[in-house]
C-alpha cells in the first residue's frame, strides 16, 4: 500500500491515497445511489430570497423549515441566489467583481464565484469575494456563475445589488471539446481518513436548501466552497468503511467550520495545517486554536456529516460516530471507477486465456466481500473474504468461466496475491476445477504458495463447460481466502506439465 502514514496520540491515522485503488465493483460491496440528474446549474436557483424588478437580491419573509447551519443562532434568517451560469466570448482565468451591499445591523451577506469549461464541471467556488475584487480562478473557464448569500434577522434583511461578473483581460485560450468525463491522464482525487458522524435531523434544511428526508442521500462538508446547488451533484464524496463504498453528493454545510477546506492544497483558512487534516480534528487531538473550531469547543472530532440512508443503508454503520475513507470526487477522477476488464480472448491461437474478476467471465455470489489494499493484486486488484470449515456457512463463491474457443489440454493457474491485511492467510483454499473428465479439487496453501499457482493440466472442451470454482470454505476459520485471476494456457505440444 502506497500510502503516507502520520500517527497521532489516538490509534488512528490519517492519509492520503496516491496510488490507483481499483475497481470496487468487484472488489467490495458497491452502493450507489439512484442515478444522479444533471447538475442543477443550467438556470437561476432562488432559495428563501426575493429578486426584485432590477435585479436586487434580499430576503424573503417566509423563512420554511429550520436551518440546521443556523442552529445554534436564533432569529436568523438565511437564504442564497444562484445566477445563471454566465456565457463569455472566450476561456478566462479570472473575473472582476462588483456589487453593491447593504447590511443593517445583525445582517451580513457573502458573494461566491465559480467557473467551468462546459457548464457542467466547476471549480470550487471561491467564497466571501468583496466588492470590486478581481478573483483568479484555478482554471480556464468558459462560463462563471455567482452565488449571493444573505443572513438576516426575523425583521430585517441585508440587500445585494448591482451585481456584474467580468472576465480579466489577458491570455485567452481555446476551449477543448467537450467531454462527459475526466481526461485519461487526469490526476486520481485525493482520498483521507477523517473522523465522521451521522447526520439526522429530518426535516431540517440544508444549506443548499434541501429538506432533509428519512433515510436521505447526501453528505455534509465544512466548507461553503464545495456546496452543491439544491438537487445539484457538482460536488460528490465517495465514502469507503470496511469492504463497502457509496457516492453521495454534498449539500451542506458543517460540522464544526463552515471555511475549512482541509481536502485542498491550498486550504483557505488554517493554512498552517497538513492537507487532509481537519480542522476541527487538530482541534481535539492537539488542542490547535485551545480545541475551538468555528461553532465552538470540539467535544467529538467530525469533519462529515452523513445522512441517515448513506450510513445504515449504504455504509451498514451501527451507532453515530465512525473513522471512514472520503475521496473528494470534484479533485480528480474517481479511483474506484476505473474500466472493467475484457473478456478472456477469442483467438484459437491465443497463448492464454485470462479470466479477470472484473471481468464479465468472472462472477461471484450477492455477500459481503473485501478489497485488496491499493494497487494489490494482479492487475492491480483481488477480492478476499474470511474462511470457514462448514460449508453450511458458505456464502462466498466464484465462478472463472472463459469461452475457450477451441477444445483440448490446458494448464490452469490461479493467482495468489502477496498483500498487506490485518489478517493471516488461509494454508488450504479449495479450489474445484470443472474440465471435460469431471471435476478435480485442487487444496491451495495460499499462505506459501502465491504469484501463479499451477493447479494442474485438464482436458477442456471448446465453450463454456469448464470453470474453476472457489468459495471461503478451508482447512481453517477466520483467516483470509484470495480471489485472483485464473488463466487456462493451452497445451499446443507435448510438454511436462509444470510443478
Known sequence: MQCS??????????FRVITVIGVLLAAMHLSMAPAAA???????????????????????????????????????????????????SAPTTGV??????????????????????????????????????????????????????LFGTTATSPVIADMSLEPLAGPTFDAPPPTDAP?????????????????????????NGHVIQPRDHFVSLPSWSSLSSKGGHEYEVRITFHGRSVVAPVWDVGPWNTRDDYWDVNRDQYPELAQGWPQDHAAYYEKHNGGYAEKGYVRFPTAIDIADGVWWDHLGLIGDQATLDVTFLWLGRDPLALPAAEAPSSDPNAAEYMVDELGPAFSR?????????????????????QSVTDTLEVVNRGFWQPDLPIGGMFDVYAHVPICPIDADVTTAARYLVQHAEGSTEVVVN????????????????????GFVYLTEVAGDTGKAVWFDNVRWVPVREETTAPQ
Open 446 to 465: 495460499q499462505a506459501e504458495q502465491t504469484a501463479w499457482v499451477h493447479l494442474g493440466r485438464f482436458p477442456f472442451a471448446a465453450g463454456t463447460g
Open 365 to 385: 455470489s450477492e455477500a459481503l466481500w473485501y478489497e485488496s489494499p491499493q494497487g494489490c493484486g494482479e492487475n492491480a486488484y483481488a477480492l478476499w473474504t
Open 183 to 207: 481526461a485519461a491522464d487526469a490526476a486520481i482525487a485525493p482520498t483521507f481518513r477523517i473522523r465522521g458522524t451521522r447526520l439526522g435531523l429530518v426535516g431540517w434544511r440544508t444549506a
Open 5 to 14: 502514514f502520520v500517527l497521532r496520540a489516538p490509534c488512528w491515522c490519517r
Open 96 to 149: 472582476q467583481i462588483q456589487y453593491r451591499a447593504e447590511t443593517p445591523a445583525g445582517t451580513r451577506v457573502a458573494l461566491d464565484v465559480r467557473g467551468s469549461l462546459d457548464s457542467a464541471t466547476w471549480t470550487e467556488w471561491q467564497i466571501d469575494v468583496a466588492p470590486s475584487t478581481a478573483v483568479a480562478l484555478p482554471h480556464p473557464a468558459q462560463y462563471v456563475q455567482y452565488r449571493a448569500r
Open 38 to 88: 444533471a447538475p442543477a446549474t443550467r438556470g437561476a436557483q432562488a432559495e428563501g430570497v426575493t429578486v426584485s424588478a432590477d435585479g436586487s437580491i434580499s430576503l424573503a419573509a417566509a423563512s420554511g423549515p429550520a436551518l440546521r447551519l443556523l442552529a445554534d443562532e436564533a432569529g436568523q434568517r438565511y437564504g442564497f441566489y444562484i445566477a445563471a451560469p454566465q456565457a463569455l
